[in-house]
């Protein structure tokens, strides 16, 4: 969020929701090996802005996956 909205570094603000299995949708064919990220943005930020927080999202999640499984 820092780097691809250019937010402060003290400007945090996440909220969690962890749901109980019963409580969880899993699409047809998909099991319960996967994460649901939303994110809820206010008018104005450029498409650009909005495909480099998309962009970072999956190399860093992809980098965290690719580190751990080295472990």
């Given at each position: 969020?820092?780097?691809?909205l ?9 909220r ?10 899993f699409?047809s064919?998909?099991t319960?090996a ?13 498409v650009e ?8 999202l999956?190399?860093r999640?992809n ?5 751990l499984?080295k472990?």
């Amino acid at each position: 969020m820092v780097e691809a909205l250019e937010f402060p570094t003290e400007k945090k603000f996440h909220r969690f929701f962890p749901l109980d299995k019963e409580d969880f949708y899993f699409a047809s064919g998909k099991t319960e090996a996967y994460t649901i990220i939303e994110i809820s943005m206010f008018e104005g930020r450029t498409v650009e802005a909005k495909k480099q927080l998309i962009k970072l999202l999956f190399e860093r999640i992809n980098s965290t996956l690719n580190n751990l499984n080295k472990m």
